[in-house]
């Protein structure tokens, strides 16, 4: 008997994983289990993806349906992990909850560098896994360095072609290789999802703001996200949008969309606020915006490549200069974003959904920004680092690196070698401040 487990947290990621399974990227399993884990920082106040509109629609695709949370309660999904000692007793204490007797398990997990995925594929130890990706983060690097008892036991990276022509760099020093889950039937599988949310209201043809919710993450305060959503809203009626329809974060504060509201009046704005948590892929079937505005949001890519509707970015610039540390795992989506989509405030760049970068570029971006990331996971990416840094570093790719990091990897771009040392000297930054100080005092 087989059992294979598919651990997912999102509805887009289950969605994944239908058009995986509807297209045999699976073989054949005597039994399908969904474990569903809610991630949200107050899970007990935030609906799982088993509770939201759409879900049922997703349900048939497997034999049974279970909360890690209620698993492994009263811990949370993202904080917990099996003490090694301990893993042949939750290994039994699983089979037996679930009904598993001596079946082969075969896993299938997002995000494996970090818990619940990482817990789950230590648990059973023996298992083989299949990764799927449900964003951007898949085309950067592995975030952290995996235990190779877990890493050499991935076979393929699953992902959807969000970017044409753009490889995943994810986990490929173990040499997994990349899958493509077919578009047609993701596709397809989004359309079941149509009818999901019968309260949505009716708006033809709005321009869409797509909220992220970034101050949970610690990469914007909450007064900067409101201000970034302003920045959305003003930008889409500069762009000569009267209707506006802003799909907020499902665990955002609900005062932002009152702040927002409100901005909207003062503008004249026709601003609609959805409170029902669907996908943004239901939005673009059920109302077909006439422009699709977030920060890095992955239904921005979903958006174009699916759906082929005008999309426009906002925020990626400071954001880039903001993400700590560096090897941030949010970096390489910033970036591609950035690189790929026109910003708001470039009229004739959104008219004509103009690219700044081809995907030959693109790839050799992102393998120079994964080596700046994770230089001791991907060593081997050094070369090609070195060779994208010394024909393209300019005004405008600057903003991809940053030149601490050039300067403690030696590559081009970094400070000049004759100055490297001021930045480690102390007495040199103790002058610096004392005439920093001096300043101020004058000033006042």
Known sequence: MTTQIFMASTLYGTATLAAALDTDCFRPADRRILLVSNNAATPETTPGLDEMPGFEQLRGRFDDVISWNETISPFHPGGWAPRPDDVPLWERHLRLAWNL????IELAVESIQVNPALGISQIFMGAPVTVYADGLMSYGPTRNKIDPLVGTR???LLHLDLVPGLKPLLLTEFGVEPEIVPTDAFSKVLAELVD????????DEPALLLGQYLSALDILTAEEEENLHVRMLKGALALGHT???FKPHPSAPARWSRLLEKEAEKLGADLTVLDTPVLAEVLYQRMRPALVVGCFSTALLTASALYGLPVARVGTGPLLDRLTPYENSNRVPVTIVDALLPELTDESAVDEQRRSMDVAELTDLVRAVGFAMQPKIYPDLRPAAEAY??????HHTRRYFKRKRLT???LPGAVPAQLAFIPRNATVRRVARRARSLKRAVGR
């Not at 840094?389 to 300019?394: D, G, K, M, Y």
């Open 101 to 104: 007797g001596d079946d082969d």
């Open 154 to 156: 991935v076979t393929r």
């Open 196 to 203: 999901t949310g019968d309260e949505l209201p009716f708006v």
């Open 243 to 245: 209707r506006v329809v």
């Open 389 to 394: 840094l010394t024909r393209h570093l300019n």
């Open 408 to 410: 403690s990897l030696a």
